[in-house]
C-alpha cells in the first residue's frame, strides 16, 4: 500500500452558508509538495442519502427538481441529508416520503459513493427501496417535485437524456439492476 502525503497545513480559504473549501499543503513520500483545495462539509457529519425506489421489478422512481449547480431541472433518484440521531434507513424512507411521495416496506443500504473524491470530501449513502406504498411528509423543497419512472433495461437511454446528468444517480442504478438481475428479481 503507498504511503499517504504528509499533511503540513489546512486553511479555510472560502465560506459560505452551505460550503467550506479548504486549502491542504501536502508532502508526498518522494519530497514533492502540492497545495489541494477540496470542497469540505460544515462539520454536521450526518451525511447524505440517494434512494433507488423500485415501483415493480423493473421500474425505478425518478424525481425532476431545480438544481443550482446547472441552473436546470434535472432528473435524478430522491436524495437528501441524513438528520441528527437518523440512521440512513429512517432517513431513505423520510427522503423518499418528502420527495416522492412513498414508503417502503423494505429497505437495504447498499454501498457509499462520491461525486469527486479529487475535490471534494462528501459521500452519499445509497439505499434500495423495494415494496412501495404512497404516502407524502412535507419536506424543505421550495416548490413540490415532479415524480416520473425509468426502466432499468433503458439505463443507456437515461444517460443520453437531457435532463439527466448526475452520475451517481446512474451508478446507482446500473448497481440496483445488476443486483436484482443476481437475485433473479429483475424482471420477475
Request: with cysteine.
Amino acid at each position: 500500500m503507498r504511503q499517504k502525503p504528509t499533511v503540513l497545513s489546512r486553511e479555510i480559504v472560502a465560506s459560505s452558508r452551505l460550503f467550506r473549501v479548504e486549502a491542504v499543503q501536502l508532502r508526498f513520500a518522494n519530497g514533492n509538495e502540492r497545495t489541494y483545495e477540496r470542497l469540505v462539509g460544515r462539520g454536521n457529519g450526518y451525511g447524505a442519502v440517494m434512494i433507488v425506489a423500485m415501483l415493480d421489478s423493473e421500474h425505478a422512481v425518478l424525481v425532476e427538481e431545480y438544481c443550482g449547480g446547472t441552473d436546470e431541472y434535472e432528473l435524478s433518484l430522491p436524495k437528501g441529508l441524513i438528520e441528527p440521531g437518523e440512521d440512513v434507513l429512517a432517513a431513505a424512507d423520510r427522503e423518499l416520503k418528502e420527495e416522492a411521495g412513498f414508503g417502503a416496506r423494505q429497505l437495504e443500504h447498499l454501498t457509499e459513493l462520491s461525486l469527486s473524491p479529487g475535490y471534494m470530501s462528501q459521500k452519499i449513502q445509497v439505499v434500495l427501496a423495494t415494496d412501495l406504498y404512497e404516502e407524502r411528509l412535507e419536506g424543505d423543497e421550495p416548490e413540490p417535485m415532479r415524480v416520473d419512472k425509468v426502466s432499468l433495461r433503458e439505463l443507456s437511454a437515461l444517460a443520453q437524456h437531457p435532463q439527466f446528468s448526475e452520475g451517481r444517480a446512474l451508478a446507482a442504478l446500473y448497481l440496483v439492476r445488476d443486483l436484482l438481475t443476481q437475485r433473479g428479481a429483475f424482471g420477475a
